[in-house]
C-alpha cells in the first residue's frame, strides 16, 4: 500500500494513537484529516499540527457520520484511506447494580458500531478509487480477555473477525482492509485500569512505525509487539495466558488499595 501522497482520515485523532498515525503518515508526505468529539482538543491538535485538517465527529452519532462523509468528499475528493481508531476503553464491573444499560453499551456504539458504521458510509467513495484502504484499530486484548474490561475485550474481538469478513468481501475490489491492534504502550488508553508491569509495554511512536511498515508491504494483520504472542497464546494456551494477566491485576488491585 501507498502512502506518499495519500489521502488519509483518521477517526478519534486527536490524542493518542490517532495523533500519532497522524503525525507519522505526515512524514509519509501523505495527508491527513482527524476527527474528534472534543472541539477543543481539535483546536490544540491544529494550533501544534498546522498541516492536519480537522473535523468535529461524534461516531456514535449516525447523521454525524452523514455530515462527516459530505464534507469530506466534496473537499477532499481523492480521500482514499480511513483509519478506525477512535476507541473507549473503561472498566466495568458488571454486578455493580448502579451500571445502567445505556452506559454499559457506550463501548459498543463508539468501538464496534462507530466503525461498522464508519465503513458501510464511506465504502462507495473508497471503492472508486483506484488505489484504497481501511484501517482498523483493535487491540491484544481483543485475543486475551482482561477481567476489567470485558466489554472493551469483546468489542475489540469483534471488529478483528468482522474486518476478516470485511476484506474477504472486498478482495475482488480496490480497497485493502487491515488490522491492526496495539498491545499496551507507554500512554494507555485509559488509567482506570490498575498498572501491573511495563513488561511488555510498547512506545507508542514505535507501534506506530511498525504498524505503518507493515500497511507499506501489505501486511493485513500487524500485530506490534506482545499483541503477537497473546494471538498465538489464544490459541495455544487460552486458559493460562488469561489466568495469568488477571492474577496480575488482582496483585496491582491490592497494592492499589
Not at 482527524?34 to 472541539?39: A, L, S
Not at 476484506?167 to 496495539?182: D, G, I, M, Y
Request: charged share 25%; net charge positive; proline share 5%.
Amino acid at each position: 500500500m501507498n502512502i506518499k501522497e495519500s489521502t488519509i482520515l483518521i477517526t478519534g485523532g486527536s490524542n493518542g494513537i490517532g495523533l500519532e498515525f497522524a503525525k507519522q503518515f505526515l512524514k509519509q508526505g501523505a495527508k491527513v484529516m482527524v476527527t474528534g468529539r472534543d472541539q477543543n482538543k481539535l483546536d490544540r491538535t491544529k494550533e501544534q499540527f498546522p498541516e492536519i485538517v480537522t473535523f468535529q465527529s461524534d461516531i456514535n452519532k449516525p447523521k454525524d457520520i452523514e455530515a462527516l462523509y459530505k464534507k469530506v468528499t466534496e473537499q477532499f475528493p481523492e480521500l482514499n484511506i480511513i483509519v478506525n481508531n477512535a476507541g473507549v476503553m473503561r472498566s466495568v464491573a458488571l454486578l455493580d447494580p448502579s451500571t445502567d444499560l445505556e452506559n454499559i453499551t457506550d463501548e459498543i456504539e463508539t468501538n464496534f458500531s462507530g466503525t461498522v458504521r464508519m465503513i458501510q458510509q464511506f465504502l462507495p467513495h473508497l471503492i472508486t478509487k483506484k488505489s484504497s484502504a481501511i484501517v482498523n484499530i483493535t487491540s491484544g486484548l481483543g485475543f486475551i480477555p482482561f477481567t476489567t474490561s470485558p466489554i472493551y475485550c469483546g468489542t475489540k474481538a469483534g471488529v478483528h473477525i468482522y474486518s476478516q469478513g470485511l476484506r474477504l468481501q472486498l478482495k475482488n475490489t480496490s480497497v485493502k482492509v487491515f488490522e491492526v491492534a496495539p498491545p499496551k504502550t507507554d500512554k494507555p488508553l485509559q488509567t482506570a485500569i490498575p498498572e501491573t508491569s511495563k513488561r511488555g509495554m510498547m512506545k507508542m511512536s514505535d507501534m506506530v512505525r511498525v504498524s505503518i511498515k507493515g500497511i507499506l508491504k501489505d501486511q493485513y494483520e500487524i500485530r506490534p509487539g506482545l499483541s503477537n504472542l497473546m494471538k498465538w497464546m489464544s490459541r495455544i494456551a487460552p486458559n493460562f495466558f488469561t489466568k495469568l494477566i488477571n492474577k496480575n491485576i488482582e496483585k496491582a488491585k491490592t497494592k492499589a488499595l
